[in-house]
Structures are given as structure tokens and as C-alpha cells.
């Protein structure tokens, strides 16, 4: 049975004039326990909402999510949505430590165990000795590896992540790319991840759902069959690499760079 | 690291002549009762301070400061968040909040009168009715600029609505909190001195009053600095307190202003 | 018909709401009709006093003093805060006295106040000037300073005499700080009215209202609440009147800005 399921998910909203613009229509997807999945999408193509929707912070239009067969009514316990704007979601007023000891005192553990939890994570997303520091101390990339940690830090089964690299410059955002599947392979998480970037889908993904523009469809499931552990070098120069690039961009119907 | 201040000698140097000038003219006119010679009004502080008698005024006045001042802002405080998360709550409200807004809260004593008579509870009830203002708007103000991001991050994390009371929207918008904290530190002090005058039954603002009708002005001028020197210790207070608790946001804003 | 969340008229709703329910409350006499005459009374009270012309008269003497303090104080702390902006040596030398007096809470000049004016009207204009130096002095030293050094630059290049430079540049450049210093005073102006005459005076609204609690006139003294609410509301309402014209440019600015 997928951990996840998503069946004929759509959402559309009513404007102020009364218009309806429906950003997902009829979506289904099904993602398997510890894979990581992607989806790719043009900008603006909803795939925030998608996000929103399965991780139970705004219901559906129409169709159903379920988690490990149960249905999706409300914010799941196992599941947590990293949000795209991440520096608005961590708590400025506690330090990363204390933002990642969140992940963990919302469900009981306060014990010093925790804390050794906490920072262990911290050294995992590679900020040691930033304890400490306060969010604004800190650069974008760094921020959304707070983020990362403190949802990691809640271990949930399945993380859904919403462009999570968008706004980190070039460099940090391969860095970041080799962090998190270290990670994954560490942890086994179930993750869910979205971004407009398809080569970084490529390199990260067991599988790739390619969206089309609003409102959004499943235009196609691409299975990833790359070989892992990934290389930034090695991976992106395979020839199997481009030709799923070039797939997915005349699918996506954007010329290709 | 913080510069020291430098010292303004010019500005000391001229409210200093001023001092003298006043003892001077004091000493010689026969605008003594206006003008008390300074050096007198200092010496009926230290007098006054070490008498009893003044410091059971000050142990009056502060204690209504401080009752009518914690009780409103625990009262504003929880009234403002649950206005501000709450938009239908607000709503509701909305219209009768901007009516008695503009009414001076001193206004309300007679009517505390009324109802209390003219002992400690009514002074408590005033300061309580005239701090709930400031405090009560920067609270929903406060909430209400709460990033919707932050409260969908206590939800994802499984949080139901209380605990994201308590523990988000509070601490998130505590920097309005401290500033609606802030302004009704002065209303309180405003309005713990004005009803004393009011009905009378010690305080300092009574003693002050009281010591110019007798006048006894150097006695009526130490009050009145004794008074201010109250109200300036206490914002002190309040801006330490500040800045230990509120770190994390002066750095944050410091960022924005960049 | 759906009921509308959102709409304005609920919060209208409950705003009326209160008069049939404050009117129940009185004739159950669920509290002391005593203190608490039912709505209708006190609305009929408001009437006869509004039309036989004794609350006009009331809230007339107010305003006058309200008004003298007020203008008296923007005529003398605004070009003082210009002054002090635009020249270093003229703040540092006035500083030390300021940051003395500044502390001193209002009420606490009043007994001051009445010992060389009396209980006339030089007393309140006297209480209302000296508070409302503050936020005139600091918001207008405030708004000077932090006029651009492009701008100052620019009045330089077409070569401006002083004089020009503050009329033509200065002044409209600061004018929002100056404005917020403006707002702030007439919210203090209405309220240090009330408490100068409730302490000490024959005359004027907040006179009104206590002398009616005094003489157990409570209708009355209600009314007299109410109209200091509506009179306070206006005062408001009618600064923002100004304020929209003379600072149009301002309002679109900011709003471009956010």
C-alpha cells in the first residue's frame, strides 16, 4: 500500500468579483513509503496549493488524500510541510536551538535527550556551533536548513517540501541538494518535493510528477532510474540525465536551455 | 559594543544656571512662595524622604500603579490576542472599540466613584480601565501581523488552536505587545495621580496637591520631583526588562531597517 | 439571506445592541439603577442639556482653553523644534532641561499650575502647553532630522536663503513627523482639559461630568460622558480631514511604499 495517496485532488477558489479560478484540477498521484518523489511544474502552476492540501491546511475542493489509508481531514500527525517561506516560519524569537527543539517538545520530549537530539540534527544540517544564533543572524541558506532540521527534528514519516532551494544562490543550492539526501538515506523519510527546477527533480528523485500549467493535471510520471548515491558531477553528466531533462521540457512545453 | 554617552556639559551647564538662577532670585524676591529656593525644595526632598510621611504616600501611589497596571495588562493582553486571531471576533467589536477609543479615560472616574466610592479599588479600576486601551489596540495589531506562514507552521507541526495562542501568536507579536506595555506605563502613572487629586486619600499626587493648597511650596515642588523621578525610574525599569527579553527582535529589526 | 461574515454591520449591530441591552440592565436593575439610569434616560437627559444649551456652553469652554493651550504650544514648540533639529549647538544646550522636565507626569504640574494661576483658564493653558511640548518638540526635532541630506542639498544648489529653505523645503519635508507630533498632542490636549478641570475649575465638560456624580445628578453625568465621547470622536475625525489635505502627498506616498 503507497504511504501516500493523492485521488482526483482539485481546488479551486472564489475571487472577489465571484469568479471561481481553480488552481488544481483532478490530480492523483500515489508516492511509496521512503521514496522521494517530485513534483515539477511551470511557475504559478499551483503546486503550493497541492502542497497546502495534502498536509491538511486547506481542504480540497474536491477529491481525498490519505496517509497511510487514513484520510487526510486536518494537519496528519505524520506528516510535516516545509513551507516555501521558510524565513517566515521560524520562530524569531528562539534561537536555531530552540527552533529545533520545537520539532521535538511538540511531541513531549523535553528531556535532555532531546537536546542532544537537537543538536545533533543541527551538526546534520551542518550548522554546529550556531546554536545560539538568532534566525536574523542568519544567511537565507542557513535559515532553511533550521527549517529542515526542526521538521526533521518532529520525524515525521512523510515531508513535504516546497521549493525549498528557490531563493538560495546557485552554489549553496547543491550543497543543500547533497545535504538533504544524505540525509533522506540516513532518516528513510518519505518526501514529497516540489520546485519549478526539473534538473534539480532529476538529481534528487526516485520519481518525478510533471504538472502542467493551471489549472494543473498529472501530465506524466517519469521514473528517475539513476543510479544512487547521486554525484553533482557524475549524475547531471549521464546521458540518461539530459535525455529526462529534455523529456520533461517538451512536456512541460518550455524550450529547452 | 555600545558607545558610551557623551557627556552634555553645554546642556548641563545651562540647566544649572538655571538652578541658580533661581536660588538667586528666589532668595531675594518676594516671589518666595512661587519660587522656593532650590536649595530648600532639596532639602524638603531628603526631609520628606525620611519622614514617614512621604513614604507612606509613595507606598499608596505605587501600590495602585502597580495592581491597576498588571491587572489591565493581563487583561488587554489576552482580550487583544484573542480579538486579533479571532477576525469575527474583532468584528463585532470593531465599531464599539473606535467609539470609546477617543473618550479620555479620565472620564471614567466619577462613574468609578460611583460604583467604588473613593478608596484604593476605584483607583485600581481607572488605571485598569485607562491602561486596557493602548495595551488592548497594539495586541490586535500585533496579531493581526502575524505572518499567516508561521501560524500554518504551528498547524503542520500538529498544533491545535490554543497552544498556537500561547505559543506563537504571543510570542510573535510580543513586539507590539511591548510597545502597547510601554505607553500605558506613563497612562498609568497619568491616572493613579489624577484620581488621587481627585478624591483625595494619600498618594502623591494627593500630597502634592494637598501641600499647594497649604501651600507649603517646596514641599509641592519635592513632590512633584519625587513624582517624576518615580516615573523615570520606572521607565527605566521597564526599558531593562525590555531589552533582556526582546534581544531577539532589536537584532531582527535592526536587519529590516538595513 | 446568508449571514455575511465579513460585513461592517455586525459590528454595527452590536454597537446599537448596547442601548437595549444597557436599558434591560437598568430596569431589571440587575445593577443599581442608582448608578446605572437606563439608556433612555440618559439619552433624555442629553437632549434637554443639548438643547437648553448647558452642555454646548460646557464643552465651548473647553474647547477654548483646549484650543488656546493647544495652538499656544504648536506656535512656540514647532519653530523651537526647528530650530533644535536644523541646529546641533541650540539641542544640546536645551536638551538637559528638556529630559528633566519631560519625566514629570501631567497631573503633577497641575497643583503647580494652580498655585500661579488659580483655577481660570490660564491654568489649564498652562497644563496643556507644557505636555504638549514633548511630543510637538521631539516629533518635529525627530522629522528636521531625518530629512534627507539630498533634500537639504538640493534647497543649497537653488541657492535659498535660510529663511526660504525652512518654509519651502523644511518644513513641508518634516511635515508628516511633525503632523504625527500634531495628532498625538490633540489626544493629549482633550485629555488634560478633563483632568486640569475635574482637579480644579468652576467650568467645561469634565467640570460638568464630575459635578454631576458630585450632586448625584447621574443621568446627567452620562450624558455629559457621551458628549465628551462624541466631542473626542469629532476632534479626531476632523484631524484626519486636515491631515488628508495638507499631507495628500504623503498618504499616496506611503501607500506606494507598502
Redesign the interface.
Known amino acids: 500500500m503507497p504511504l501516500l495517496k493523492v485521488e482526483e485532488l482539485s481546488k479551486s477558489y472564489r475571487q472577489l468579483d465571484g469568479e471561481r479560478t481553480v488552481a488544481i484540477e483532478e490530480i492523483s498521484f500515489q508516492v511509496e513509503k521512503g521514496k522521494f518523489v517530485s513534483l515539477v511544474g511551470p511557475s504559478g502552476c499551483g503546486k503550493s496549493t497541492l502542497l497546502m492540501c495534502i498536509a491538511g491546511l486547506i481542504p480540497p475542493s474536491a477529491g481525498r488524500v490519505t496517509v497511510k489509508g487514513i484520510e487526510v481531514s486536518g494537519p496528519p500527525p505524520n506528516l510535516v510541510l516545509l513551507f516555501q517561506e521558510y524565513n517566515k516560519s521560524l520562530f524569531a524569537w528562539r534561537s536555531v536551538l530552540g527552533n529545533v527543539l520545537f520539532g521535538l517538545e511538540v511531541k513531549g520530549k523535553r528531556s535532555q535527550q532531546a537536546e542532544e537530539k537537537a543538536r545533533h540534527l543541527i551538526g546534520l544540517v551542518g550548522l554546529s556551533g550556531f546554536e545560539k544564533h538568532y534566525p536574523w543572524e542568519l544567511s537565507g541558506g542557513m535559515q532553511q536548513r533550521v527549517a529542515i532540521a526542526r521538521a526533521l527534528a518532529y520525524e515525521p514519516e512523510v515531508l513535504l517540501m516546497d521549493e525549498p532551494f528557490g531563493s538560495v544562490d546557485a552554489l549553496t543550492r547543491l550543497e543543500l541538494e547533497d545535504a538533504l539526501l544524505h540525509l533522506w538515506e540516513d532518516l528513510g523519510t518519505t518526501i514529497l518535493f516540489v520546485t519549478h527546477d526539473i534538473e534539480e527533480a532529476i538529481y534528487l528523485s526516485d520519481s518525478i510528477c510533471v504538472l502542467g500549467r493551471r489549472p494543473s493535471k498529472v501530465l506524466q510520471r517519469i521514473d528517475v532510474s539513476l543510479s544512487r548515491p547521486r554525484n553533482q558531477l557524475a549524475t547531471r553528466a549521464d546521458m540518461r540525465f539530459m535525455e529526462l531533462r529534455n523529456e520533461i521540457y517538451k512536456q512541460i512545453g518550455e524550450p529547452a536551455h | 559594543m555600545r558607545p558610551l554617552k557623551t557627556i552634555n556639559l553645554a546642556g548641563l551647564a545651562f540647566f544649572f544656571s538655571l538652578l541658580l538662577l533661581w536660588e538667586i532670585s528666589s532668595r531675594s524676591s518676594a516671589l518666595q512662595v512661587y519660587f522656593p529656593p532650590v536649595s530648600e525644595v532639596v532639602l524638603s526632598l531628603f526631609r520628606l524622604m525620611l519622614s514617614q510621611e512621604l513614604l507612606g504616600h509613595v507606598g499608596k501611589t505605587v501600590k495602585r500603579f502597580l495592581t491597576g497596571y498588571f491587572l489591565s495588562a493581563v487583561l488587554a493582553v489576552g482580550l487583544g490576542i484573542i480579538l486579533g486571531y479571532f477576525r469575527l471576533a474583532y468584528a463585532f467589536f470593531e465599531m464599539l472599540i473606535e467609539f470609546l477609543r477617543p473618550m479620555p479615560s479620565v472620564a471614567i472616574i466619577p462613574v468609578a466613584i460611583l460604583f467604588l466610592g473613593i478608596g484604593d479599588s476605584m483607583i485600581v479600576a481607572v488605571t485598569v480601565y485607562a491602561c486596557t486601551w493602548p495595551i488592548l489596540i497594539n495586541t490586535i495589531d500585533g496579531v493581526r501581523n502575524i505572518d499567516r506562514t508561521l501560524i500554518h507552521t504551528g498547524r503542520t507541526f500538529g498544533l491545535g488552536q490554543w497552544k498556537i495562542l500561547r505559543r506563537i501568536a504571543l510570542p510573535a507579536a510580543s513586539p507590539y505587545i511591548v510597545t502597547g506595555l510601554r505607553i500605558s506605563l506613563a497612562i498609568a502613572l497619568i491616572l493613579v495621580t489624577t484620581a488621587e487629586m481627585v478624591v483625595g486619600g494619600g498618594g502623591v499626587g494627593y500630597f502634592i496637591l494637598d501641600e499647594e493648597r497649604s501651600l507649603r511650596t517646596s514641599n509641592m515642588y519635592a513632590g512633584v520631583v519625587l513624582i517624576a523621578l518615580l516615573g523615570y525610574g520606572l521607565n527605566q525599569l521597564f526599558l531593562y526588562i525590555e531589552r533582556k527579553m526582546m534581544a531577539w527582535h532589536r537584532g531582527a529589526a535592526a536587519e529590516e531597517i538595513v | 439571506m446568508k449571514w455575511d461574515?465579513?460585513?461592517?454591520l455586525?459590528?454595527?449591530i452590536?454597537?446599537l445592541a448596547?442601548i437595549p441591552v444597557w436599558e434591560l440592565i437598568s430596569r431589571l436593575e440587575l445593577v443599581n439603577p442608582l448608578?446605572f439610569p437606563p439608556m433612555s434616560k440618559i439619552l433624555w437627559s442629553l437632549y434637554l442639556l443639548v438643547f437648553s444649551g448647558d452642555i454646548p456652553y460646557q464643552i465651548l469652554m473647553s474647547l477654548k482653553r483646549a484650543a488656546m493651550g493647544y495652538f499656544l504650544a504648536a506656535v512656540v514648540f514647532i519653530p523651537l523644534g526647528i530650530a533644535m533639529g536644523l541646529f546641533g549647538?541650540v539641542h544640546?544646550?536645551?536638551?538637559?532641561?528638556i529630559e528633566?522636565l519631560r519625566?514629570?507626569?501631567?497631573?503633577?504640574?497641575?497643583?503647580?499650575a494652580?498655585?500661579?494661576f488659580g483655577l481660570g483658564d490660564a491654568m489649564k493653558v498652562f497644563v496643556i502647553f507644557f505636555t504638549c511640548a514633548w511630543p510637538m518638540l521631539l516629533n518635529t526635532i525627530d522629522g528636521v532630522r531625518n530629512i534627507d541630506r539630498v533634500l537639504m542639498d538640493t534647497a543649497a544648489t537653488f541657492g535659498l536663503s535660510r529663511r526660504r529653505a525652512v518654509t519651502r523645503v523644511i518644513l513641508p519635508a518634516a511635515s508628516p513627523q511633525i503632523m504625527t507630533g500634531l495628532r498625538i498632542s490633540l489626544?493629549i490636549t482633550?485629555?488634560l482639559v478633563?483632568?486640569s478641570e475635574?482637579?480644579g475649575s468652576t467650568d467645561g465638560i469634565?467640570y460638568f461630568?464630575?459635578d454631576?456624580?458630585?450632586r448625584f445628578k447621574?443621568d446627567q453625568?452620562?450624558a455629559?460622558?457621551l458628549s465628551?465621547?462624541i466631542l473626542?470622536?469629532a476632534?479626531?475625525q476632523l484631524f484626519l480631514l486636515f491631515y488628508s489635505s495638507v499631507l495628500a502627498w504623503h498618504k499616496g506616498l506611503t501607500r506606494m511604499e507598502r
Open positions: 461574515r465579513e460585513s461592517k455586525n459590528g454595527l452590536v454597537f448596547v448608578f549647538w544640546r544646550i536645551l536638551e538637559v532641561v528633566m519625566p514629570i507626569p501631567p497631573p503633577a504640574i497641575v497643583p503647580v494652580i498655585l500661579f489626544a482633550l485629555i478633563v483632568i475635574m482637579v469634565g461630568i464630575l454631576s456624580q458630585r447621574v453625568m452620562y455629559g460622558m465628551l465621547a473626542g470622536y476632534l479626531n
